[in-house]
């Protein structure tokens, strides 16, 4: 299978053999996703064999299971606890970063009631980021190896959250960061995004035109020193999704959950989270046992659960039109690999349609006192679908992951959530309207 969209890169490679440059810990190289070709480490994202993403090969050899268990219980209470499982640096955590993660695993007994799940229900709450969004995990790492290739300026395309996470973390990295978004976001995402005090370029166009254009951007002398944290840093960035799989495992006393339901926009956080179960597996943290990863998407942006119900390898790209804007890609390059993991593991992928995402951000806010961002009501509305039409077993432990705060869009919500009276300052203006107990 091919990857579906992988821009040529003009980065050259060195010869495959040789050893590390960079001190990326035990990150020992990049490797080709379809045909395994090895490159070294280095700001590159496609493979000169088969255009095929390259992904990071680590040396995980040396680890003792127990020792390594220590060692991460013992670490910082953010990603840098898993510090030995990431492409950076031993020294990480002292150096300045937004330091994400280790947020909360909230036990959703109310919407569980609701939605009649029997076998434990958490929402994996990233929300609680330092901008709010998960993307700061992934931002985090792509940050560590700017640094490592001696990149000055940080720049991404985005959906709106992406853009908030670069502008912060090269903030505080002491970078230039100049993002690009499609021209139309969120008020909420606009100034998340601006308030950091980089450039904010939006683009006439959709997110796809905006990739398109940092394709471009990056052949161009114009944007030459320029780490693009989903484009040329992207090997690096994905795996800041694994460190979402490693706390909802460490969460839950080292043990896999039976199921996840994962929002997708290119896909690359649902294949990472995989990764990071198959890698605590494959190290002895967990137990080797069956789980099933379902997708998530808007109607109104549907390309991988088209294909999924369909029964396709290929993603057809679509137009995007939803409120779920951050996960408004039509063209997702992770989309055939997510295709992969929802039927190799027992999963799905399902969409929810824009009137479904606000009841479901209304739900949860209503059962477990958290307000999710539209991701967060697609994720909450597709599992309550796929419990209805029988995919999802209640039966089963489940996380849910809300990856994203609902004041960045609260425009989904405000047309129907507002005061409940206009009183008087007066205790019978407050009987009045019928308040009192
Ligand atoms: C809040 C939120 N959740 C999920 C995603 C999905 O990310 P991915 O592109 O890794 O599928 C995004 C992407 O922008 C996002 O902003
Ligand atoms: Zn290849």
Redo the contacts with the bound molecule.
Sequence with gaps: MAAQTVASTTNTVTSPDSAPSVDLGPAAALSCRECGHRVPLGPVFACEECFGPLEIAYDFSAYDTEELRKRIEAGPANIWRYAPLLPVPADVADKPNINPGWTKLVQADNLARELGVTGGLYVKD?SGNPTH???DR?VAQALEAARAFGFTTLSCS?????AGAVGAAAARAGLRSCVFIPHDLEQGKVVMAAVYGGELVGIEGNYDDVNRFCSELIGDPAGEGWGFV?VNLRPYY?EG?KTLAYEICEQLGWRLPDQLVV????????T?IDKGLKELIELGLVEDRPYKIFGAQAEGCSPVSVAYKAGHDVVRPQKPDTIAK??A?GN?A?GPYVLDIARRTGGAVEDVNDEQIVDAIKLLARTEGIFA?T??GVTVGVTRKLIENGLLDPSLTTVV?N??DGLKTLDAVASDTGLTATIRPSLDSFREAGLGS
Excluded at 263 to 270: E, V
């Design positions: 990233d969004s998960f993307k992934v985005s959906t709106g959250n992406l989903n994905a999704s929002p997708i926009a290119s896909g690359s956080q649902l990472k951050s996960l890609i997702p992770d961002e991701a967060g992951l990856t994203g």
